[in-house]
């Protein structure tokens, strides 16, 4: 009885080693190209502020923040993405309070933001590359 169990079990897992797919051999162009996003610009202040224009070369981008309540307490920080023509494109941010997050925007093109806040922040826009 032990054998036929023996043999089963022998041949079963010949069978999954047989099937089994090879890993790490051969090149991969497409695992070898990494996306990462690449930081383009950073705002940093504790007040109301339009910021240059800044270009986005990508079709996806994301604009990162960090604010803390500054002297006057938990207060609004905001922000709002234009393009130079004066155009709203998005809401990128609005809290308040202490807030570490980002927002991912699509398209490229140039863009200008205006940080509404009396906390201190900073502001990073990257882009994939």
Same mark, same amino acid.
């Given at each position: 009885? #032990? &054998?036929? *169990?023996?043999?089963?079990?022998? %041949?079963?897992?010949?069978? %999954?080693?047989?099937? $089994?797919?090879? *890993?790490?051999t051969?090149?991969?162009? /497409?695992?070898?190209?990494? *996306?990462? @996003?690449?930081?383009?610009?950073?705002?940093?202040?504790?007040?109301?502020?339009?910021?240059?224009t800044?270009?986005?070369?990508? $079709?996806?981008?994301?604009? $990162? @923040?960090?604010? #803390?309540?500054?002297? !006057?307490? /938990?207060?609004?920080?905001?922000? !709002?993405? !234009?393009?130079?023509?004066?155009? %709203?494109?998005?809401?990128? /941010?609005?809290?308040?309070?202490? +807030? &570490?997050? $980002? +927002?991912?925007?699509?398209?490229?093109?140039?863009?200008? %933001?205006?940080?509404? +806040? /009396?906390?201190?922040?900073? *502001?990073i826009?990257?882009?994939? #590359?």
């Amino acid at each position: 009885m #032990k &054998k036929p *169990v023996l043999l089963i079990t022998f %041949l079963y897992l010949f069978t %999954l080693t047989g099937c $089994s797919e090879r *890993v790490g051999t051969g090149n991969n162009n /497409a695992a070898n190209t990494e *996306v990462k @996003w690449t930081e383009v610009t950073r705002f940093e202040g504790n007040s109301i502020k339009d910021t240059g224009t800044f270009e986005i070369t990508s $079709s996806e981008w994301r604009i $990162s @923040w960090d604010t #803390k309540p500054g002297d !006057y307490g /938990a207060m609004n920080f905001q922000i !709002y993405i !234009y393009k130079p023509d004066k155009s %709203l494109v998005d809401v990128a /941010a609005n809290v308040i309070g202490e +807030s &570490k997050d $980002s +927002s991912v925007q699509r398209g490229s093109g140039e863009y200008y %933001l205006t940080i509404n +806040s /009396a906390q201190p922040y900073t *502001v990073i826009i990257e882009e994939k #590359k």
